[in-house]
């Protein structure tokens, strides 16, 4: 009897933990991580803001949380409405919805009580700013661009759009200013981060090919799969990515001192580094480069961002 009880409260925390997981999987965790730390390293460069404030850190944590929720949503959305594609490829087959172990509807429901949850909180404890602009990209991104990857490769465009505005939403919140002269960082974070999308993702679709060919989706450049013409266009959008880079120096969100001269140099090498790998990428032409090229960008997000941050006027 004893066993029994045992084996039943086991199989209880069993079925929460992979009830748990699954809520992870369908917010796509990292991904959702990775843009709401866009936000809160924005919100942080913008004017008069600061971590070391123990009001600010509070801040900080509802931004992250309501922007948790914001993306959570929209890749629930995402998976929802993809459910069928995700089911057929290896590397989404696993999938809550895709798999069958959670409903559309259970995941629809998810999507819209934790995107109400998170709009209101950066309504409420932001401004009205941040939560429209926030609702801009949440619907974008699971109603146009989601849809529109079956279509044409202008998807990676469209996308690129709300993968960016996290950026612009974390300065918005700190500010208020959507397009008046003190939203110029706000834009100039929202440039850099658009462009860095284009190299960013053209690898990862040049790793997934296969399996996005599989699904229909219609995501790098050329109609032919990875070819120079797709590793061009990667160099091409990296090499933008360096005049953007000057940009915050020279409108004056960070330091003119030895901070900001340094913050550039850091700008201009990651920026460097970023066309070196993407030409690497043309002249070899194969799984390896483009898989340098993904690791790069990741890397180059996160020392761009905390370099602005520590040099910010």
Same mark, same amino acid.
């Given at each position: 009897?004893?066993?029994?009880? #045992?084996?039943?409260?086991?199989?209880?925390?069993?079925?929460?933990?992979?009830?748990?997981?699954?809520?992870?999987?369908?917010?796509?965790?990292?991904?959702?991580?990775?843009?709401?730390?866009?936000?809160?390293?924005?919100?942080?460069?913008?004017?008069?803001?600061?971590?070391?404030?123990?009001?600010?850190?509070?801040?900080?944590?509802?931004?992250?949380?309501?922007?948790?929720?914001?993306?959570?949503?929209?890749?629930?959305?995402?998976?929802?409405?993809?459910?069928?594609?995700?089911?057929?490829?290896?590397?989404?087959?696993?999938?809550?919805?895709?798999?069958?172990?959670?409903?559309?509807?259970?995941?629809?429901?998810?999507?819209?009580?934790?995107?109400?949850?998170?709009?209101?909180?950066?309504?409420?404890?932001?401004?009205?700013?941040?939560?429209? #602009?926030?609702?801009?990209?949440?619907?974008?991104?699971?109603?146009?661009?989601?849809?529109?990857?079956?279509?044409?490769?202008?998807?990676?465009?469209?996308?690129? #759009?709300?993968?960016?505005?996290?950026?612009?939403?974390?300065?918005?919140?700190?500010?208020?200013?959507?397009?008046? #002269?003190?939203?110029?960082?706000?834009?100039?974070?929202?440039?850099?981060?658009?462009?860095?999308?284009?190299?960013?993702?053209?690898?990862?679709?040049?790793?997934?090919?296969?399996?996005?060919?599989?699904?229909?989706?219609?995501?790098?450049?050329?109609?032919?799969?990875?070819?120079?013409?797709?590793?061009?266009?990667?160099?091409?959008?990296?090499?933008?990515?360096?005049?953007?880079?000057?940009?915050?120096?020279?409108?004056?969100?960070?330091?003119?001192?030895?901070?900001?001269?340094?913050?550039?140099?850091?700008?201009?090498?990651?920026?460097?580094?970023?066309?070196?790998?993407?030409?690497?990428?043309?002249?070899?032409?194969?799984?390896?480069?483009?898989?340098?090229?993904?690791?790069?960008?990741?890397?180059?997000?996160?020392?761009?961002?905390?370099?602005?941050?520590?040099?910010?006027?």
């Amino acid at each position: 009897m004893q066993d029994d009880k #045992i084996t039943i409260a086991n199989s209880g925390s069993f079925v929460l933990a992979t009830k748990v997981k699954d809520y992870f999987l369908l917010i796509k965790f990292t991904l959702s991580f990775m843009v709401v730390f866009s936000t809160a390293v924005s919100f942080l460069i913008a004017p008069n803001e600061t971590i070391y404030v123990r009001s600010k850190i509070i801040s900080v944590l509802l931004l992250f949380i309501g922007g948790m929720l914001i993306t959570g949503s929209a890749n629930a959305i995402n998976q929802v409405i993809e459910k069928d594609t995700d089911a057929i490829m290896k590397r989404t087959a696993n999938r809550p919805v895709a798999s069958g172990r959670m409903s559309s509807t259970e995941a629809s429901a998810f999507a819209v009580i934790t995107g109400v949850i998170g709009l209101f909180m950066y309504a409420y404890w932001f401004n009205y700013q941040s939560a429209l #602009i926030s609702l801009f990209s949440l619907l974008l991104y699971g109603f146009v661009y989601t849809p529109l990857k079956k279509v044409n490769s202008i998807a990676v465009l469209v996308g690129a #759009i709300p993968g960016a505005l996290p950026c612009l939403i974390g300065w918005v919140a700190a500010t208020d200013d959507v397009f008046g #002269i003190g939203a110029l960082g706000g834009w100039i974070l929202f440039g850099i981060q658009f462009l860095w999308q284009f190299p960013h993702f053209w690898a990862i679709a040049w790793l997934a090919h296969q399996d996005y060919t599989t699904a229909g989706f219609k995501l790098l450049p050329g109609d032919k799969g990875p070819t120079k013409f797709t590793a061009l266009q990667t160099i091409i959008y990296s090499a933008m990515m360096i005049p953007f880079g000057m940009l915050p120096y020279f409108a004056g969100m960070i330091d003119t001192g030895t901070r900001g001269i340094v913050c550039t140099g850091i700008l201009f090498f990651c920026n460097l580094w970023m066309v070196f790998v993407s030409v690497l990428l043309f002249i070899n032409m194969d799984v390896k480069s483009a898989r340098r090229v993904m690791f790069s960008s990741y890397f180059y997000l996160m020392i761009v961002l905390l370099a602005l941050f520590v040099a910010k006027v």
